[in-house]
């Protein structure tokens, strides 16, 4: 699956330019995590990758057909879209109901739809609850049940707006196995986030939004390394590689081990020790060989479709 965005520009009824000049290739078993303040734009942007919002202006296409050429309903089979508020979402009477729904109207026959509520009763944790009324489920429960509804139509590429809003621990274990599993499969898994530790463990390429813009676009390593830039669309990378920063580590790390790892490394001699020269600042001077990345802010350059 390629979804490519061609200067795609977005205005609501009311006037609102809410996407500008938007150039954008998702493809593959990609997994791209979308950041960026309130109000930056990304829901108009991942409302538009199956026809939710169409551009208006610009171009999208979906494995080279133009979005406008299909119905929503007819773009859903390929790319389903988890809704932030479930409640936006869910509205049939049990769990199972929800989980057949989607399949059934795509002519799917009832055997393949009873092991595919299996498989994902399994991975969304709602075994136990399949003959639940979705009203009676707990948020965490309610938003997985939302995602099973969609993983059910077993589409190529799956957003997902906001999906750790208001979860536990035992929550977010879940998704990031699901997560995982959708790679496995080949899928390409795009979600908008706030939480940046989340954004850190579970994908591989990060697109920041600010003011209708694409600002960034580039791994989290990439993305996270750019403090100043990342200031200006209130984003703060994840806690433990702003403390990598704070203490001047010569690399990006995003985790715990790599943390620990980069320590390591640093006492030997083999990466840099940056010298802070206004740590709350996060501003950086090289003491040394190496460095940080090269990647550089992107602002409406070419998409990046190989
Ligand atoms: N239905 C609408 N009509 C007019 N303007 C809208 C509408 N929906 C969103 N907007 C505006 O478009 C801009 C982008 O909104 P959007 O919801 O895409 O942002 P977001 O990045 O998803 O924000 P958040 O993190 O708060 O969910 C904002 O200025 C918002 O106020
Ligand atoms: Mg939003």
């Not at 795609?8 to 593959?28: K, P, R």
Request: with cysteine; hydrophobic share 35%.
């Amino acid at each position: 699956m390629k979804i490519e965005f061609n200067n795609v520009g977005y205005s609501y009824q009311s006037g609102h330019q809410a996407l500008h000049d938007i150039n954008l290739c998702f493809e593959g078993d990609q997994s791209v995590a979308i950041i960026g303040q309130n109000g930056a734009g990304k829901t108009t942007l991942a409302k538009q990758l199956n026809g939710i919002l169409r551009p208006t202006q610009g171009s999208l296409t979906i494995d080279g057909t133009e979005i406008s050429e299909r119905t929503t309903a007819q773009w859903s089979k390929r790319v389903g879209y988890v809704f932030q508020n479930p409640d936006d979402q869910l509205f049939l009477e049990t769990v199972r109901e929800e989980f057949a729904f989607g399949p059934r109207n795509l002519g799917v026959d009832e055997a393949t739809i009873d092991s595919r509520i299996d498989k994902v009763a399994a991975l969304t944790g709602l075994q136990g609850k399949l003959d639940v009324h979705p009203a009676d489920l707990s948020p965490t429960e309610k938003k997985f049940c939302g995602i099973g509804a969609v993983i059910m139509m077993d589409p190529d590429a799956v957003v997902f707006d906001e999906p750790t809003c208001g979860q536990d621990y035992v929550g977010d274990v879940r998704l990031h196995d699901l997560i995982a599993e959708l790679k496995r499969e080949g899928k390409l898994c795009i979600a908008i986030s706030h939480d940046m530790k989340f954004v850190a463990a579970n994908f591989d390429r990060v697109v920041v939004m600010c003011q209708g813009e694409v600002l960034l676009d580039g791994t989290p390593q990439e993305v996270f390394s750019q403090v100043d830039v990342l200031r200006k669309s209130y984003v703060t990378p994840p806690p433990i590689t702003r403390v990598a920063q704070g203490v001047g580590l010569g690399k990006t790390v995003l985790t715990v081990p790599q943390f620990v790892e980069t320590l390591e490394e640093t006492r030997a001699g083999l990466v840099p020790l940056l010298k802070t020269s206004a740590i709350n600042n996060n501003h950086y001077e090289i003491v040394g060989h190496g460095g940080q990345s090269s990647m550089t802010q992107r602002k409406n350059k070419g998409n990046e479709c190989q």
